[in-house]
């Protein structure tokens, strides 16, 4: 079993600026998938960022060039630093865990960009 534990979310003006964190327990982090997604108010959760364990990484279209995804193995964390940020932006963003055929999911923080 894994736990995700997410931090960094709050309240920010357009164009501002946030970092996400989410610390993962147990001995695969490293070995593991690991990303963000959102979901907006009457939406779908909807992927924003991946990244492999090879590092490779994957953007929703709408965050390129704006959000970027890292992670730290020794710490067993991942990021997600999110700059330019819109009012459209503003969804609860949870971390996704993927190792092997199994998914955990953290609780969920909550972003929301004011106009």
């Known amino acids: 079993q894994v736990q995700l534990v997410e931090s960094g979310g709050g309240l920010v003006q357009a164009g501002g600026s946030l970092c996400l964190s989410c610390?993962?327990?147990?001995?695969?982090?490293?070995?593991?998938?690991i990303g963000w997604y959102r979901q907006a108010p009457g939406k779908q959760r909807d992927l924003v960022a991946i990244?492999?364990?090879?590092?490779?990484?994957t953007y929703a279209n709408s965050v390129k060039g704006r959000f970027t995804i890292s992670r730290d193995n020794a710490k067993n964390t991942v990021y997600l630093q999110m700059n330019s940020l819109k009012p459209e932006d503003t969804a609860v963003y949870s971390c996704?865990?993927?190792?092997?055929?199994?998914?955990?999911w953290g609780q969920g923080t909550q972003v929301t960009v004011s106009s």
């Open positions: 996704w865990y993927f190792y092997r055929q199994y998914t955990y």
């Open positions: 610390a993962a327990s147990g001995s695969t982090f490293s070995v593991a998938d």
């Open positions: 990244i492999s364990s090879a590092g490779r990484t």
